[in-house]
């Protein structure tokens, strides 16, 4: 299928009220839909769909009548022996479609237009949508499918999850599945350290913070000069150079200054009284930290919060 084609389905049971061949049908019907859907193909007894569908002992005439709601909207659904079938194609149905393509988790983080449209085929939960009649159980391998998808793109950097445009959709849709919070937004953090930015961004936690970590100053300016910046809040330690009184950490503070006046900037250091004081007054910046031995970094995490508060704007 072409990746940014969107397939014609014949069941949609992922957009909210359940369509099949383009027409809505009611709860009852819908709900039966829904079972003989996952899988179609499958023999389902008529006993069975009848108690899924009523409390009581279901009349064999009310089955059928469902049954035969199913089939004026010009879809085959096969009789034999007392079980009813779906004879229609997997693909067919949103549902199974999204099962299918997602098999492959590799084969989408190379594909992020297929992604994008297997995202935007969900406009509501059918867990939730169905809850009255069918039980959660017969979702489990929508659910698996899911869930392997929202690991995916959780694990996944900003860079890619930007080229989503249905990403926002589908975190709505889902949201009360475990994880999905991981798919929100994430702000982009500039580390510069040369010793503690991975400690730095252990202790902050990468659900809500995509880190570059700089670990010097030559590097720091490598990447400014190849333009390859991007970033909602810095923070940088003082020292760059492990065992000297070197502070070029300051140069790049000033540095950020000049080029992204706009962007709040953190600063960690060992040495903050005396001298140090005049100079960290005229770096502007949004808050200062003390380096405690071992790195301790208490409140940190509330302070860089209170930095990128806001919507993430790309």
Same mark, same amino acid.
């Given at each position: 299928?072409?990746?940014?084609?969107?397939?014609? $389905?014949?069941?949609?049971?992922?957009?909210?009220?359940?369509?099949?061949?383009?027409?809505?049908?009611?709860?009852?019907?819908?709900?039966?839909?829904? %079972? @003989?859907?996952?899988?179609?193909?499958?023999?389902?007894?008529?006993?069975?769909?009848?108690?899924?569908?009523?409390?009581?002992?279901?009349?064999?005439?009310?089955?059928?009548? *469902?049954?035969?709601?199913? /089939?004026?909207?010009?879809?085959?659904? !096969?009789?034999?022996?007392?079980? %009813?079938?779906?004879?229609?194609?997997? #693909?067919?149905?949103?549902?199974?479609?999204?099962?299918?393509?997602?098999?492959?988790?590799?084969?989408? =983080?190379?594909?992020?237009?297929?992604?994008? =449209? !297997?995202?935007?085929?969900?406009?509501?939960?059918?867990? !939730?949508?169905?809850? +009255?009649?069918?039980?959660?159980?017969?979702? &489990?391998?929508?659910? +698996?499918?899911?869930?392997?998808?929202?690991?995916?793109?959780?694990?996944?950097?900003? +860079?890619? /999850?930007?080229?989503?445009?249905?990403?926002? #959709?589908?975190? &709505?849709?889902?949201?009360?599945?475990?994880?999905?919070?991981?798919?929100?937004?994430?702000?982009?953090?500039?580390?510069?350290?040369?010793?503690?930015?991975?400690?730095?961004?252990?202790?902050?936690?990468?659900? +809500?913070? #995509? $880190?570059?970590?700089?670990?010097?100053?030559? /590097?720091? %300016?490598? @990447?400014?000069?190849?333009?390859?910046?991007?970033?909602?809040?810095?923070? *940088?330690?003082?020292?760059?150079?492990?065992?000297?009184?070197?502070?070029?950490?300051?140069?790049?503070?000033?540095?950020?200054?000049?080029? %992204?006046? *706009?962007?709040?900037?953190?600063?960690?250091?060992? &040495?903050?009284?005396?001298?140090?004081?005049?100079?960290?007054?005229?770096?502007?910046?949004?808050?200062?930290?003390?380096?405690?031995?071992?790195?301790?970094?208490?409140?940190?995490?509330?302070?860089?919060?209170? =930095?990128?508060?806001?919507?993430?704007?790309?």
């Amino acid at each position: 299928m072409a990746a940014h084609v969107t397939p014609d $389905f014949t069941v949609r049971l992922l957009a909210g009220p359940v369509v099949v061949n383009g027409t809505r049908v009611t709860r009852r019907t819908a709900a039966a839909t829904a %079972y @003989l859907a996952g899988p179609p193909g499958r023999q389902r007894h008529a006993t069975m769909l009848g108690r899924v569908l009523w409390d009581n002992e279901p009349n064999p005439n009310s089955v059928q009548k *469902v049954v035969g709601d199913i /089939r004026k909207r010009g879809v085959t659904v !096969l009789e034999s022996g007392g079980f %009813y079938t779906l004879d229609l194609a997997p #693909e067919r149905v949103d549902s199974e479609c999204f099962i299918q393509q997602t098999e492959d988790l590799s084969a989408l =983080m190379e594909d992020p237009e297929r992604l994008d =449209m !297997l995202l935007g085929l969900w406009r509501s939960d059918p867990v !939730l949508v169905h809850a +009255d009649y069918l039980a959660a159980d017969l979702w &489990q391998r929508l659910d +698996d499918a899911r869930d392997r998808v929202i690991a995916m793109i959780a694990d996944a950097d900003s +860079d890619f /999850r930007d080229r989503l445009r249905n990403l926002g #959709e589908f975190r &709505q849709a889902c949201h009360g599945r475990p994880k999905v919070g991981r798919l929100k937004p994430r702000k982009r953090l500039l580390i510069v350290d040369d010793l503690d930015a991975d400690t730095i961004a252990s202790y902050l936690g990468s659900d +809500d913070y #995509e $880190f570059q970590k700089v670990r010097s100053g030559r /590097r720091f %300016y490598e @990447l400014a000069d190849a333009g390859d910046l991007r970033f909602d809040g810095a923070i *940088v330690d003082r020292c760059l150079a492990e065992g000297t009184g070197d502070q070029t950490g300051y140069d790049v503070l000033k540095y950020l200054r000049a080029q %992204y006046p *706009v962007i709040p900037r953190i600063l960690i250091s060992a &040495q903050l009284g005396g001298p140090q004081c005049e100079l960290i007054r005229e770096l502007d910046l949004f808050e200062v930290f003390g380096k405690l031995v071992g790195c301790g970094l208490s409140g940190l995490d509330a302070a860089v919060k209170r =930095m990128v508060q806001g919507p993430v704007k790309r």
